[in-house]
């Protein structure tokens, strides 16, 4: 059933006002939801155009980073202005007996903030490993080392957590209370996320299949 509120909202902005009893702003909550997820959305503006786009994150510390090619858009309008990052992860089906009560169980975090340029060879170089390892745990020592123009090429953004907030919900049905007895089925379908068979390169010169972290 839902807790009481963690902690306090670290802005009005972002504080949780539909249901807040499903809100949660302590740093470790966000930052498990952040690392469960592997796609966040971004949202910004450009020439006063709001645009909302999926991409790829992944955490270091108290930071969410993204990466790109360093002339994108997107990259030069997040370093800009403000900007909004959003994660939603579907965690199962809440059946219940009526129509009115079927919800669903997820995790969610919003981020408020702007991004910064990381510049730094060192910094980017250890980033893009960490986004690497992240997924594929042993990878980045195996594979043909990144060169100085690819490293250049590439942008890498981070926005601090500081300004987030969480909200869960993951219980049961909740019926009213005479609709117990109707005669249907209710309870939670569980979702999760599962990898499937690899489907090796034809070229492929290795044959160890690497492990992921949803392995």
């Known amino acids: 059933m839902p807790q009481s509120a963690s902690a306090a909202a670290p802005s009005s902005r972002a504080r949780i006002r539909r249901l807040p009893e499903r809100?949660?702003?302590?740093?470790?909550?966000?930052?498990?939801?952040?690392?469960?997820?592997?796609?966040?959305?971004?949202?910004?503006?450009?020439?006063?155009?709001?645009?909302?786009?999926?991409?790829?994150?992944?955490?270091?510390?108290?930071?969410?980073?993204?990466?790109?090619?360093?002339?994108?858009?997107?990259?030069k309008a997040l370093t800009a202005g403000e900007a909004c990052v959003t994660i939603a992860l579907a965690d199962g089906l809440v059946l219940a007996r009526s129509a009115m009560h079927h919800s669903m169980n997820y995790r969610s975090v919003v981020i408020y903030g702007r991004f910064e340029l990381v510049t730094d060879p060192a910094h980017k170089l250890g980033s893009l490993r960490a986004f690497i390892e992240g997924f594929y745990p042993g990878r980045w020592d195996t594979l043909r080392p990144i060169s100085d123009k690819e490293l250049n090429a590439t942008g890498l953004l981070r926005i601090a957590l500081a300004e987030a907030s969480a909200k869960v919900r993951d219980w049961g049905v909740k019926d009213d209370a005479e609709d117990l007895d109707w005669p249907v089925w209710a309870g939670v379908i569980p979702l999760r996320t599962a990898t499937g068979e690899p489907l090796t390169e034809a070229d492929s010169v290795g044959e160890r299949v690497p492990a992921t972290r949803f392995g």
């Open 23 to 75: 809100a949660h702003y302590d740093a470790s909550t966000v930052a498990a939801i952040v690392d469960a997820a592997m796609i966040c959305t971004v949202a910004f503006q450009i020439d006063g155009v709001v645009h909302a786009i999926p991409t790829i994150h992944w955490r270091e510390g108290d930071h969410l980073y993204i990466h790109g090619a360093k002339a994108s858009r997107m990259l």
